[in-house]
């Protein structure tokens, strides 16, 4: 006697067949990006542990010298270590930034599942590289330096993947919300890279890059065997990428194209040039605001650990569990910033808003955030939804919408690059906040706060024009809204 079918499978079997593959899609994406920065996270656990405080640990067991740092990792038992964490981060972020710019070009030119499975195995090894000089004993910087650069631009070719995936799945109207949800994989793979990384960072710090290198490596793998690019290749149908509305928030002008052009087999569409990239509208200003926003999140990402750890006086592990609340935040705000963007139309307007708001919560959490760990926890919570809400939108939605802006008549060869002009814009500001937070931090934490502040205040007002235009957008719509009830 043969069991009833599985549950599950009866549910898949239910499903419409778009609805599978749209789930199969969003789910291997997620894995992949969440993998990815899984393996970035580790740096910033183990950064306590390559210098800490070994007056905690007593007396030097080797009793060779009366140094206070016998318990540190060469060459980062020095007095420039943190320029020397400064520059392990900068190593991996400029060398992000330029590649991203090239990657897209590559992503709109190359089969996306051979690019983005064949980036994640190489950031496997670069990141287990890394840990293994742990085992290797390795104390000389030009190693870990060489390590990050690689790890840097092989990395670049996750981000354009993904999104020009999951844009060629999905259509604009529930967008915003749809990868406000997705792009949680930001926060979860942070999430998950540190407390892997704690689990051994005061044991053996090595392990900390190893396991994550695997884990990276194995999902990439997976994407291999199961990832397809565009509906059209498993017969489904493509998504309606301009919606029918009054006016177009992004370009400030009536949507003439209520339709999505679907990709023929027949006539394969030329992939856009960088330069007929930056000439769609919206493109630029959301690039030099994620530049700044961006700024602001990797700051967070390499430096908050040793900030709690400083100034609040937690060990490494404890430090990196509690850094993990600003990434839960991230969460919610992703969320909360793509379901208000769908129901007003203004990306922008929800972008600017957030950051305003954003600017004195990072001031209060440097007064007060250290004022007992309930306050600790509210504050890591709501700054971390203020920071990363924007920064998702505009690397997501945003990405997506000018990705397959109307201007570009269907053409669905413009996504990675786009993607890619957007995120490498802001990979620069990535590259610029941890490296300043090295070279500011020995002034005082508040300085870094302080610059913090600025570039949030400069990323708001870098959307000005943008935000102007949707204001207009909505006021005309308004006014002939009135109209027709007359």
Request: proline share 5%; glycine share 12%.
């Amino acid at each position: 006697m043969r069991a009833a079918l599985a549950p599950g499978v009866r549910l898949l079997r239910a499903l419409p067949r778009d609805s599978r593959y749209r789930g199969l899609t969003l789910v291997l994406t997620f894995l992949c990006y969440t993998s990815y920065h899984l393996s970035r996270k580790p740096i910033s656990i183990v950064k306590s542990q390559l210098h800490p405080n070994c007056s905690a640990l007593g007396p030097n067991p080797h009793n060779d010298s009366n140094s206070s740092t016998w318990c540190s990792w060469a060459p980062f038992d020095g007095d420039n270590y943190k320029e020397l964490f400064g520059a392990l981060d900068n190593a991996f972020l400029v060398a992000y930034a330029i590649g991203m710019f090239i990657s897209g070009i590559f992503g709109e030119r190359l089969p996306l599942r051979y690019y983005l499975s064949g980036g994640m195995v190489l950031s496997g090894l670069f990141t287990a590289l890394f840990g293994l000089g742990y085992f290797w004993d390795i104390h000389v910087l030009w190693y870990f330096i060489v390590v990050q650069v690689c790890n840097g631009l092989v990395q670049t070719t996750g981000w354009p993947a993904v999104v020009a995936c999951v844009g060629n799945w999905f259509g604009k109207g529930k967008r915003g919300l749809i990868m406000g949800i997705w792009n949680s994989h930001t926060s979860v793979g942070n999430i998950l890279g540190s407390l892997i990384a704690g689990a051994w960072v005061s044991s053996a710090w090595g392990l900390s890059f190893v396991v994550p290198g695997i884990i990276i490596t194995t999902v990439g793998i997976i994407c291999f065997f199961f990832l397809v690019e565009y509906p059209e290749d498993v017969d489904c149908s493509p998504p309606l990428h301009h919606v029918s509305s009054a006016d177009s928030h992004l370009s400030g002008q009536s949507s003439a194209d209520h339709s999505n052009s679907p990709k023929e087999p027949a006539e394969e569409p030329e992939a856009i040039s960088f330069l007929g990239a930056l000439r769609i509208p919206g493109v630029v200003e959301f690039s030099l605001c994620l530049l700044f926003a961006k700024l602001v999140s990797y700051t967070f990402l390499y430096w908050l650990p040793l900030y709690i750890v400083n100034v609040a006086h937690f060990g490494a592990k404890e430090a990196g569990d509690l850094s993990t609340l600003f990434d839960v935040g991230g969460i919610l705000g992703g969320i909360f910033a793509g379901l208000i963007s769908d129901y007003t139309g203004g990306r922008a307007t929800t972008c600017c808003v957030m950051l305003v708001i954003a600017a004195p919560m990072l001031f209060l959490y440097n007064h007060v955030g250290q004022n007992g760990i309930g306050t600790s926890i509210a504050m890591l919570i709501i700054c971390g939804a203020l920071v990363n809400g924007p920064y998702a939108l505009i690397t997501t939605a945003v990405s997506a919408d000018l990705g397959t802006h109307e201007s570009l008549k269907g053409n669905a060869k413009a996504l990675s690059t786009v993607t890619a002009i957007i995120d490498g814009t802001g990979s620069v500001g990535a590259a610029l906040g941890p490296l300043l937070a090295g070279l500011i931090s020995p002034t005082g934490w508040n300085n870094v706060f302080y610059m913090l502040i600025a570039a949030d205040v400069l990323a708001c007002l870098l959307l000005a024009r943008v935000v102007v235009k949707e204001v207009r957008g909505w006021c005309g719509y308004m006014a002939r809204k009135r109209g027709y009830v007359r």
